[in-house]
């Protein structure tokens, strides 16, 4: 991604929900007088019944988006799997809609449960940690539960179970009603950590008998992108031999003239930067000004650079974050009056940090 910023020595115009429960008054009804009889105690229990016929069974699963393609990270399908893109935009959400087709000897597919469990990446981004526990709904309309199928089948979408195949799962389960095909739905955000998502089916029976899980994965494709509030730097007054920082902050405020930077994709990032010479040209000795650059307050950080050098600065911006940028330059020689240039800023992913 990269973002032209013009420069110049001239000012620019840049572009609970709380729920309270309140106190119920009631009349207090006083408790009998009478002796309470003389007795034994008697134990209560109960057990949550397990067994009693046979255990259902997830045929196959698949993920899909709201997308026309169902997959907008590989809309031609060329990938097996599912594989989708981040919104890209500061607290957007990917909604992300899962399916199983199950099958239950008794109940032809219509279970007490089906349930999916997600799964982080394990990557430089994410540690493998548990996102959150999907509830499905069954598909009753019978001939949508086959369209939806025969679509996620044409585009390779499936992951069938050990021991069955897709055109069975079509013929003998779902075009014959003994097998049934339920959805749910979750949100991923826009940061989420990039990577293959592991997701668990579940099924449970009325009996309370449950079924082995089907596991298949889906990837939230690598994405690296930032926004900025500010489309210009303006130096101010500038004296030869002086160096000279203009300071940002982390209040992401369009027109304030202090820079921020936010991170909008899923992956850690690095700013990238390169500057022209902002028409201040060279000497014998070399180019009349020196750029410099950093992200955050640690001088550790700070990057120094000449003219149209493409430089990376070194910290990295992780996911959700967003943090100041600080410009420097020092001019060694100019005439007087407004000079004017492009700074480029691009991003790179990085792995530098983990998340814990």
Not at 235 to 260: C, E, H, M, Q
Request: charged share 20%; net charge negative; with cysteine.
């Amino acid at each position: 991604m990269k973002i032209r910023v013009p420069l110049g020595i001239a000012t620019a115009v840049m572009m609970i929900l709380a729920a309270m429960v309140l106190p119920v008054s009631a009349e207090v009804v006083p408790m009998c007088t009478q002796t309470p009889l003389d007795g034994e105690d008697v134990e209560t229990l109960a057990q949550i019944a397990t067994g009693g016929g046979e255990v259902p069974i997830v045929l196959c699963k698949w993920e899909a988006d709201a997308t026309g393609s169902w997959e907008d990270g590989d809309p031609t399908h060329a990938i097996p799997g599912s594989q989708f893109l981040p919104p890209v935009t500061y607290n957007g959400v990917k909604t992300v809609k899962y399916y199983a087709v199950v099958y239950d000897d008794e109940e032809n597919g219509d279970v007490n449960v089906v349930s999916w469990d997600v799964y982080q990446p394990e990557n430089c981004w994410g540690n493998g940690s548990f996102v959150y526990q999907v509830m499905g709904t069954k598909v009753n309309n019978q001939d949508q539960a086959v369209t939806f199928f025969q679509r996620a089948l044409d585009r390779g979408l499936l992951q069938v179970a050990d021991g069955y195949d897709a055109n069975t799962i079509l013929t003998e389960y779902l075009e014959k009603g003994t097998a049934a095909l339920w959805v749910g739905q979750a949100d991923l955000c826009y940061c989420a950590p990039a990577g293959d998502y592991l997701v668990e089916a579940n099924a449970i029976d009325h009996n309370n008998n449950w079924a082995e899980p089907l596991y298949n994965n889906f990837e939230y494709v690598p994405v690296t992108a930032f926004d900025i509030d500010f489309s210009s730097v303006n130096y101010g007054s500038v004296n030869i031999n002086v160096p000279k920082w203009v300071a940002g902050n982390t209040l992401f405020n369009v027109g304030d003239n202090r820079p921020t930077v936010r991170n909008i994709g899923n992956t850690h990032l690095q700013v990238a930067i390169q500057q022209d010479d902002m028409q201040l040209g060279e000497s014998l000795n070399g180019w009349n000004v020196e750029w410099g650059a950093r992200m955050g307050n640690d001088n550790a950080n700070a990057v120094y650079y000449e003219p149209f050098e493409p430089v990376v600065l070194p910290n990295a911006l992780t996911l959700c974050d967003q943090d100041e940028l600080d410009f420097y330059l020092e001019v060694f020689k100019g005439t007087t009056g407004e000079k004017h240039g492009t700074m480029i800023l691009g991003a790179a992913p990085s792995c530098d940090e983990v998340l814990v």
